[in-house]
């Protein structure tokens, strides 16, 4: 696209944030405004002046944000520029870095990842072998405790010699977590592993300790953008200054009435003392809303005022005047599962709206079942972010593990999990005693079970022959990791490592869900491969796969199908995104607020969440409320939540509308007959039409077993599709203009083909997936008559 094209596409202010590349920047703005925008538009024009996509560095707060926004410039500038931009999470970007120079750090590229339950179970085995009471050292505590040190940039010896530290754990009666803190970090680096927050502080030791590394760096970025910067913590805040003393280029936009994470260390300070840290940065504020109706806007203007600690905006839209939010009472948070579920069937048939113009916010994970089953009795397809989500399973985690080892042995979560799973005769007492010897010699458990005897381990001969059999199991794919592609790989692990043989066992409803799972897993890695070998990377290992999974945080949700589906998040998950109809649902007094908000501070942090949440709506925003709910295994009554009333009730419809109040009369019946029947949860997360099974039927495999995708339409070969139709057989130009539809990313228009022979590729534009470049050999499309 021409830049003054595109930059027609701005209006006043935001041109001028874009223009402006002289120096440091600020741009704070309400909701909607624009200012993700403005980063977007920004890095186009960047491109468009002599700025290489390698040299611009831009942070966002998901994957999914970084996805999209390069997409956008894509369509601005082609996909092969907008390829090679540094784009992504904090996190990603920082783990990229960490693998090309773990070994200054003292660990290899191969690192895994711990997640937050890997972290939680080592702090628990910590305060045991320091024989501490885990009623007083709660694992869960001790963890936050150690995070929020860590997004300090607080290290286990600083914080041992902090007076104020220790006064704090003393006061909490724990004295010792200073010691738990350091053990852990010594573990973690014996494991070769690191948790979400080592990444920052990791990378922030690496550029302090190494300042050619960080001077490499910070020349190598031209320009460094970051979006949602109310959110971003102190060691976030400090790495992005360490990154910018070069060509201090910086661009950070965010809105002080939406910092919604200072319980993960999220600083607004930041945002206010920015102007102090760049003396010459420049100020910009956006002013014009174009997500919402102006009624949207003022509703959330009215809500927001009522917090005294904030930068003064005017928020406004031009946009239609738009109804009244409605808000509607339920008798139970079952009835208010079906006022929603009704509402998105009359938006969907009357309203012309698609599924995926719909999104239920809820404040907690735990709220998302109703809406489940009130969807699911209705037939609506929707899609579940956050909560247990796919990868936290069982079955998917214990595979996962096997797949950590394959690619870091020393990963000590990983190990524990599976020495004795599937069950292998390895007792406790056995990995106790490999435990203690790796603590006492400062080695991983891998080391200790290939030379038990040189680390003095007493074992009978049978304990010898097994803790062999596990090593000899774990060394075969570990040797195969470099060489076997991803997907090959992890059938073995699946097969070889017996899990194959322990879930296919019976046909119980449990373990026929782990199967499917498992299935589902394995068919992702192959979409995996697939799709990157369609980007023009060959052999893809499974070390790629595992760090793009452990890397997926609560928004990227499971995996896309391509099915329209109503969205069910929470609020903090939902930051940055926008729908055409929002409900944000369960506003109720200590649940919304929750009861942990207690004081002012936090009191205004919930504030800013409901500002938040109304804030993504474009056109219709819904707001509802249940008397009763079922929480912690009892029923209890709620009132409405003071925020309701916070918002000047000229923007509201209160009580709500005659359609609603129908549904109330509907819902109350079947409520009625739910609380007679008992209150049933569904096991099922992700509903839509289904699709086959691998193993159909769920029957034990044969060797060999080969798993296949379970996509209707697998890999175009002249078998697959008719002739005339074949990738193969068309000549590029005859390509160029067609509609296809591809196996994963739907259908689309071939917009250019080029290279020839095995590199010859075509730039798809999708009508849901944005624009791609797909390598010919390997695309996975048919061309529509
Ligand atoms: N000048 C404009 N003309 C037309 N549409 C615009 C303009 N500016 C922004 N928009 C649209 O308004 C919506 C909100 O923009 P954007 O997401 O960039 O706002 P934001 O300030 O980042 O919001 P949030 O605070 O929620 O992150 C988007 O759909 C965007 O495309
Ligand atoms: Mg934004």
Redesign the pocket.
């Known amino acids: 696209m021409a830049e003054s094209c595109y930059l027609d ?3 006043e202010s ?1 041109r001028k944030a874009v223009l402006y590349n002289d120096g440091p920047m600020l741009v704070i ?12 538009y920004k890095i186009a024009y960047l491109l468009d002046h002599g700025y290489e996509p390698w040299s611009v560095l831009a942070l966002t707060f998901t994957n999914k944000a970084a996805r999209e926004m390069k997409e956008r410039i894509a369509r601005q500038v082609g996909i092969n520029r907008a390829r090679y931009l540094w784009m992504g999470t904090f996190h990603s970007i920082f783990s990229r870095i960490l693998r090309m120079e773990a070994e200054k750090i003292g660990f290899t590229s191969s690192f895994t990842i711990y997640d937050s339950a890997d972290s939680k179970s080592l702090i628990k085995a910590i305060v045991k072998e320091l024989q501490l009471d885990d009623k007083v050292y709660k694992p869960g505590m001790i963890q936050s405790r150690i995070s929020n040190a860590k997004n300090h940039l607080v290290s286990p010896q600083a914080y041992a010699a902090s007076a104020e530290m220790r006064e704090a754990d003393k006061a909490a009666k724990i004295p010792l977590a200073g010691d738990i803190y350091l053990r852990y970090c010594e573990r973690c680096r014996q494991g070769n592993a690191m948790d979400f927050d080592d990444l920052l502080v990791y990378t922030y030791r690496l550029f302090r300790e190494h300042p050619d590394v960080c001077k490499g760096y910070a020349a190598k970025f031209r320009y460094v953008l970051v ?2 910067y109310q959110d971003t913590n102190y060691a976030q805040h400090c790495i992005v200054l360490q990154l910018t003393q070069e060509h201090r280029r910086i661009c950070v ?1 965010g ?1 002080d009435a ?1 910092s919604i994470y200072s319980f993960r260390g999220a600083n607004i300070d930041n945002i206010l003392n920015f102007t102090r840290q760049y003396k010459d940065a420049l100020l910009f504020k ?1 002013e ?4 919402s109706t102006q009624t949207i806007v003022k509703a959330a203007n009215s809500l927001i005022e009522k917090n005294r600690q904030q930068i003064q905006k005017n928020v406004f839209s031009e946009n239609d005047k738009g109804e009244p939010i409605p808000v509607s009472c339920a008798y139970s948070d079952v009835e208010e599962g079906e006022i929603v579920a009704n509402k998105i069937v009359e938006l969907h048939r009357r309203g012309g709206y698609a599924y995926h113009d719909c999104a239920v916010l809820y404040r907690t994970n735990a709220q998302s079942r109703i809406f489940e089953e009130a969807l699911r009795r209705k037939g609506i397809p929707y899609q579940v972010y956050g909560g247990l989500s796919f990868y936290q399973r069982k079955e998917i985690k214990d595979v996962i593990a096997y797949f950590r080892l394959a690619v870091n042995p020393n990963d000590e979560e990983a190990f524990k999990r599976v020495i004795n799973y599937p069950a292998r005769g390895i007792g406790d007492t056995t990995l106790n005693k490999l435990v203690d010897a790796a603590t006492k010699q400062h080695v991983s458990l891998w080391e200790v079970l290939n030379e038990p005897l040189a680390y003095g381990l007493s074992l009978n001969k049978g304990t010898a022959a097994k803790l062999q059999a596990f090593r000899d199991l774990i060394a075969g794919f570990v040797s195969g990791a470099p060489e076997k592609d991803a997907y090959t790989l992890g059938q073995d692990i699946v097969r070889r490592s017996g899990i194959i043989n322990d879930i296919y066992q019976d046909r119980t409803p449990e373990n026929l869900s782990r199967q499917e799972n498992i299935e589902e897993l394995i068919s992702g890695i192959h979409d995996f491969c697939s799709d990157r070998e369609e980007e023009g990377d060959s052999h893809i290992l499974l070390a790629d796969y595992l760090s793009e999974v452990s890397l997926l945080t609560d928004q990227d949700g499971e995996k896309d199908d391509n099915v329209s589906k109503v969205t069910l998040m929470t609020i903090h998950s939902a ?4 729908f055409p109809n929002v409900f944000v649902v369960g506003m109720e007094e200590g649940l919304f607020p929750g009861i942990s908000a207690d004081n002012p501070r936090s009191l205004e942090e919930e504030r800013r969440l409901f500002y ?1 949440a109304i ?2 709506a ?1 056109s219709h925003c819904y707001l509802s409320y249940a008397k009763s709910r079922f929480r912690y295994g009892k029923m209890e009554f709620g009132n409405p939540s003071r925020f309701l009333r916070d918002i000047d009730t000229k923007f509201l419809c209160l009580p709500a509308g005659e359609q609603l109040a129908r549904q109330v009369e509907i819902g109350a019946g079947r409520f009625r007959k739910e609380i007679a029947g008992g209150f049933r949860r569904p096991e099922v997360r992700s509903y839509d039409t289904g699709g086959p099974s691998m193993f159909d039927g769920g029957e034990m495999p044969q060797e060999p077993h080969r798993f296949v995708a379970p996509r209707k339409l697998r890999k175009i070969d002249s078998s697959s599709v008719p002739a005339s139709s074949s990738v193969g057989q068309m000549s590029g130009d005859s390509l160029e203009g067609k509609h296809i539809e591809h196996e994963r990313f739907g259908r689309g228009v071939v917009e250019k083909v080029e290279g020839a022979g095995d590199n010859r590729k075509a730039t798809v534009r999708f009508e849901n997936a944005g624009v791609k470049q797909l390598l010919l050999k390997f695309a996975r499309f048919k061309v529509c008559e």
Not at 31 to 39: F, M, N, P
Not at 288 to 291: G, P
Not at 575 to 578: I, P, W
């Open positions: 596409e701005l209006n935001q703005a309400g909701a909607g405004s624009g200012k993700t925008r403005v980063l977007t979006d949602e936009v809105d939406q956006l014009q809303n174009y997500r930051k940055g995104l926008e938040v804030t993504r474009e």
